[in-house]
């Protein structure tokens, strides 16, 4: 009577075919992730690594948790320091404005 993979007659075989299946597909799932993220911020040299090395996913994790959220931290600090430059400018050219017309 068969029950399955881990069934009393399948023995070590069926446990390390089970094991093997619930791995690719852990592996499936977080590289396509990976890979969807990478290709959607246009990120080349990350698509190839983690179409290439096979980490068990850990990469693939590391990149959607911490790595592709860096470069967006990043545009966001660069946008505020553009914002904020700008802002330092307009209140330079009010104050030489105001000093301008108390010399006049």
Known sequence: MELGLLSAGAGIGGFVSLITIVGLAWTIAWTGWALWIAAKKDSKKWFIALLVLNTLGILEILYIFIFSK?????????????????????????EQAEQEEKQN
């Not at 470069?71 to 330079?92: F, G, L, N, T």
């Open 70 to 94: 860096w470069s967006r931290r990043k545009k966001m600090k660069e946008a505020e320091q553009v914002v904020s430059d700008e802002v330092i400018k307009e209140e330079v050219k009010a």
